[in-house]
């Protein structure tokens, strides 16, 4: 892999990273995303920046990986019809509210890792345990697709959270598409299906001003946690 640069340092990283062969997929999605990276570098995030020379079959064209106690978003765009897949349903005057709502997205998932909360739930929160199952395999299964949904749902939070903050007029778009691309699910309960965080967050209020937008998620996604259990 090509890695743009070891950390993200400013307008050195940024003169970088524009001035490298970057393709204009590539360019796009950076360009559009980079407040949101100018905001986690403020926060002390530690983000690498990975682009992939050739993506491989089934790599996911924007997400966020580990490596070294360090985040790495990795671009895996060259090659990679999904690239473009992705915002093919939007329109043009909403992509870049779109790439900066999904960079949000997988800065969540850095926070998470960062603060030492990955795959676990708030101090005190008692969960209920799996039906008995005589297949332990299943239930690792369904542990880890719940693990997961849980994960993308703080995400999907923070993502919402962070267009309230920086673009509060735009909010009612970009929910209705986060909506919408969460609404067909293989199963019910699977690893993307956010739709219960997502449900509490369509009135925008419920987003504490004054907070961060980690903060702001980690409460509505703990109410979301509650509800889930309740089921």
């Known amino acids: 892999m090509f890695r743009c640069v070891c950390c993200l340092m400013g307008l050195m990283w940024a003169s970088f990273c524009w001035s490298t062969d970057l393709t204009a997929t590539e360019m796009k ?3 559009a995303g980079w407040p949101v990276l100018q905001y986690a570098e403020s926060q002390q995030l530690p983000i690498d920046i990975v682009v992939q020379p050739e ?3 089934g790599d996911v064209p924007f997400a966020m990986a580990v490596e070294n106690d360090r985040c790495q978003l990795v671009l895996s765009m060259r090659g990679n019809p999904d690239a473009e897949a992705t915002l093919a349903n939007v329109p ?3 992509v870049n509210l779109v790439i900066e709502a999904m960079t949000a997205h ?7 890792y960062v603060h030492g909360v990955w795959h676990t739930i708030p101090a005190g929160f008692v969960e209920r345990p799996f039906a008995a199952v005589q297949d332990s395999h299943i239930m690792q299964l369904e542990q880890k697709m719940r693990d997961t949904r849980r994960e993308e749902g703080f ?3 923070v993502g919402l959270a962070w267009i309230l903050r920086e673009h509060p007029k735009q909010y009612a778009t970009i929910y209705t598409w986060l909506e919408q691309i969460r609404k ?13 965080w997502i ?3 369509r009135d925008r209020s419920i987003f504490v001003k004054g907070e961060s ?3 702001q998620a980690s409460r509505v996604w703990t109410t979301g946690l509650r509800a889930e259990e309740s089921k």
């Open 29 to 31: 999605w950076l360009r």
């Open 184 to 196: 067909d699910q293989p199963v019910a309960g699977a690893h993307h299906d956010t739709r219960l």
């Open 55 to 57: 993506a491989r079959p």
């Open 92 to 94: 043009e005057e909403q």
């Open 155 to 157: 995400a999907d939070l």
């Open 213 to 215: 937008p980690f903060e």
């Open 199 to 201: 449900q509490l967050a």
């Open 106 to 112: 997988e800065v969540a998932h850095c926070w998470r």
